[in-house]
RNA sequence: GUGGCUGUAGAUCAGUGGUAGAUCCCUUGAUUGUGGUUCAAGUUGUCGCGGGUUCAAAUCCCGUCAGCCACCCCA
């Protein structure tokens, strides 16, 4: 019985790994721009960890965790439930306490490009392991709203620099954790009495998770929260002045968002600034990255710090790379590209194999990348065979008539030209032809 | 977790009860030191898996697994 990757995941195999490469990279280079740091905290986490962080009732930790099960539990210790992390922002905010970054630094940065985990049903968009680029910034010095515009502005540069157009940037804001209590509240006691002939679902949210039924897609519950005209009112004067600031922030580096009321996100530790990019031409899952402002999180896990006059801050955004590749593939941008290949050594005939590793071995020394036949006394038709598939630039082949003079042939597999050199000047003539992109 | 559609060669797919097919890829040859084009020949396979109906199942039925799409949820 053939043995198949696990449902949900899937392979980058070698041909399609030059996009993600570019991905990362372009990634990479934009965070040092931004002075953001990466980070690497384990795939797996306690259990806990999740339920505190994201809430008991989110659908995210109810269902979709996917736990680890420890064949040896050899002590208590070791006797906690673990699992799979399904976002990064909890792991990095418990790494953030555990080494108390924030003694030492006002404002830590971090970036992360990882995989993440959840035991979801899989559909276009939407997979087991799927990988996120992620930011987050902690610190008393992470309080500021234009800090708010910078993570914004920042995850709309990398999509641009990935060559994503025509999405969508929605913000809102959700206020203080105060606000938010109190929104719940009055969301409620206004929709008390309406709900009964809502569907089990909206009931559902009601009950889980009010600020569900914002972004609802039923239309009943929709038409029921449109005539609420919620607009800016769960928002106390202060909560209501950031926005503003972080409104301005972004007006100020020309990104070009919508403000968006109906805004919610489903995990519970949101407050005040939150944000989405979406793209239409993805389906059901159209949301590119998301993110916003939880400030309350690192007290809630423990984090608590009187030892400073400013409180702790931290805001963050996450973005799925499948789903980026997905758009650009859309757009017809995909990246194709394949491992390249310089030079490609042939042996005239079996018994030069070695000679023929040897000169392999001297021009990777050199830093041209090269490669030779590994087939057991294949004819030179098929060695040049064997180049061609891996796209080699460059042909040399060592012969007989080669072997007496000490000398290489050198063949331009794109002009088809061919010229005997020199062991001495190989080096030096190979370098004159290659071509890279 | 719910629903709909799909599962046949490495890939894309045809085949609706009677001995498994096409194209691309791949292999070999035309070319006894030279690829990419062309021409000729050849191999593709537990028909996702398990059970049932039938003289006979890729085809019909049941179950199961996987994929896709949508709901839900989210990146």
Redesign the pocket.
């Given at each position: 019985?053939?043995i198949?990757?696990?449902?949900?995941?899937?392979d980058i195999l070698p041909d399609q790994i030059a996009a993600w490469q570019n991905i990362e990279q372009i990634s990479r280079s934009l965070f040092k721009a931004y002075n953001y740091s990466e980070i690497r905290t384990p795939v797996f986490e306690e259990t806990g960890l999740f339920k505190r962080s994201?809430g008991e009732t989110?659908?995210?930790v109810n269902?979709?965790l996917l736990e680890v099960k420890s064949q040896r539990v050899t002590n208590a210790a070791e006797d906690a439930q673990f699992a799979l992390r399904?976002?990064g922002?909890a792991p990095v905010v418990r790494a953030y306490n555990q080494y108390d970054i924030g003694r030492e630094a006002f404002l830590s940065k971090f970036f992360y490009i990882a995989p993440?985990f959840?035991?979801?049903?899989?559909?276009?968009?939407?997979?087991?392991q799927?990988?996120?680029i992620?930011a987050e910034a902690i610190g008393r010095g992470a309080n500021h709203p234009l800090l708010d515009a910078e993570m914004i502005a920042l995850s709309v540069s990398l999509l641009k620099a990935f060559g994503v157009s025509d999405f969508k940037l929605k913000i809102n804001s959700l206020g203080s954790a105060e606000d938010k209590k109190n929104f719940a509240q009055w969301l409620r006691s206004a929709l008390e009495g309406k709900i009964d002939h809502l569907s089990d679902?909206c009931k559902?949210?009601y009950e889980?998770?009010v600020f569900?039924l914002l972004?609802?897609?039923?239309q009943a519950c929709r038409d029921l929260i449109q005539g609420l005209d919620i607009g800016t009112r769960h928002l106390s004067d202060s909560g209501r002045a950031y926005f503003e600031q972080v409104k301005q922030g972004l007006d100020q580096l020309g990104v070009i968002y919508e403000v968006s009321p109906h805004l919610?996100?489903?995990?519970d530790y949101y407050t005040h600034t939150v944000f989405?990019?979406?793209y239409a031409g993805?389906?059901?899952?159209?949301?590119?990255?998301?993110?916003g402002r939880y400030n309350g999180l690192i007290e809630q896990l423990d984090g608590g710090d009187r030892r400073f006059p400013e409180p702790v801050g931290a805001i963050g955004?996450?973005?799925?790379?499948?789903?980026?590749l997905?758009a650009l593939e859309a757009q017809g941008k995909s990246v194709a590209g394949k491992v390249s290949l310089d030079a490609f050594v042939?042996?005239?005939?079996p018994e030069f194999a070695a000679d023929v590793f040897g000169i392999v071995d001297l021009l990777r020394r050199q830093g041209i990348a090269a490669d030779m036949d590994f087939g057991v006394g294949?004819?030179?038709?098929?060695?040049?065979?064997?180049?061609?598939?891996l796209g080699?630039g460059i042909?040399l082949?060592?012969?007989?008539?080669?072997m007496k003079s000490g000398e290489v042939?050198i063949?331009?597999?794109?002009?088809?030209?061919?010229a005997r050199v020199g062991k001495d000047r190989l080096v030096e003539e190979i370098k004159a032809r290659i071509v890279r992109p």
């Open positions: 019985m053939k198949s990757a696990p449902r949900g995941t899937s994201l989110t659908e995210v269902k979709q399904p976002e922002t993440m959840r035991g979801e049903r899989p559909q276009k968009g939407r997979l087991r799927f990988h996120q992620g679902e559902g949210q889980r998770n569900r972004d609802s897609k039923d919610v996100r489903g995990l989405e990019v979406s993805l389906g059901a899952q159209d949301a590119l990255g998301a993110g955004f996450a973005l799925g790379i499948e789903r980026i997905l042939v042996a005239g005939k294949r004819p030179v038709k098929k060695q040049f065979e064997q180049a061609n598939k080699a042909v082949v060592l012969g007989e008539e080669e042939s063949k331009d597999m794109v002009t088809g030209a061919q």
